[in-house]
């Protein structure tokens, strides 16, 4: 198996005009003639996951997140994506990013994180539009919780089916408000909580919300918010992509579990009281 088969399986999955205008995808670097016997697929490409990479031999390197999504004017060595770059190119690894495009996709991210949470009859919470429209795609999912549960209780279920982070899991809204139907959305969310109080969920959960919007959001009425890590709410779908390579071609593919969450330590005064 070759680079070249390999990106051209995972272009036909993800096709690249589904990404965002904005967004960086397809091969980053790699020569398409090497062959592929390792896979290793990561949220991020960060000095953490490219020493894992290089430790267990892989010959490429599926990324979720762009390594060079913003321009840059130089990749000298002594920058920090240019000392990736020349690492990967040194010992002859491939990198390849499926971002929005993998987003958008059904199956896709949201739709591995909504699996994680186990809902069932998932929809878009925000269809595709464009070359991905149609087929289920879309940014997003709402589904049906298996039972009705508590915001409380959502917020500490979601803590024990997501990859556990220092960040966790808060919550926004009436602890005892009843869920059963919730909205997911892979990533930050922040741009979809319009598209989410539409929905008619009852609860929305995504990453990244940021206090004003969140305040804004409860007061007009909108469904409670779980916030979650970034990379906690990504990191599922590596499971999926990987099975899914497993499949098509005869190589080893492996998931990293590096989390790779920038923040590390989490702390509440024991004798703390929360009050909504």
Not at 15 to 28: F, I, K, T, Y
Not at 29 to 40: A, S
Not at 191 to 217: N, T
Not at 249 to 262: G, K, N, R, W
Request: with cysteine.
């Amino acid at each position: 198996m070759t680079v070249r088969a390999v990106v051209d399986a995972l272009d036909a999955r993800y096709p690249r005009n589904w990404a965002e205008s904005w967004d960086r995808v397809g091969l980053v670097l790699g020569e398409f003639e090497h062959p592929v016997t390792r896979v290793l697929c990561v949220v991020d490409c960060v000095p953490e996951t490219v020493d894992q990479a290089l430790d267990l031999g892989a010959d490429l390197i599926v990324a979720h997140h762009p390594l060079l999504l913003k321009p840059v004017s130089s990749i000298a060595p002594d920058t920090f994506k240019g000392a990736l770059v020349h690492r990967l190119i040194r010992a002859g690894v491939a990198l390849y990013t499926a971002h929005t495009n993998a987003d958008v996709a059904n199956p896709g991210v949201s739709d591995a994180l909504a699996a994680r949470l186990g809902l069932t009859g998932l929809r878009p919470l925000a269809p595709a539009e464009g070359a991905a429209a149609g087929e289920g795609r879309g940014l997003g999912r709402v589904g049906e919780l298996s039972e009705p549960l508590t915001l409380a209780r959502l917020a500490e279920f979601a803590a024990g089916r997501l990859p556990v982070t220092a960040a966790g899991v808060r919550a926004a809204g009436d602890p005892e408000r009843l869920i059963r139907v919730l909205a997911v959305c892979g990533g930050a969310g922040d741009s979809f909580l319009a598209d989410a109080a539409r929905s008619g969920a009852d609860a929305y959960l995504c990453a990244d919300l940021r206090h004003h919007p969140v305040s804004e959001h409860l007061a007009s009425g909108g469904p409670a918010l779980v916030d979650v890590a970034h990379w906690a709410t990504e990191r599922p779908w590596l499971d999926e992509v990987a099975a899914w390579l497993r499949e098509v071609f005869a190589v080893e593919v492996l998931v990293s579990d590096v989390d790779t969450d920038p923040w590390t330590v989490h702390a509440n005064r024991n004798d703390l009281e929360i009050s909504p």
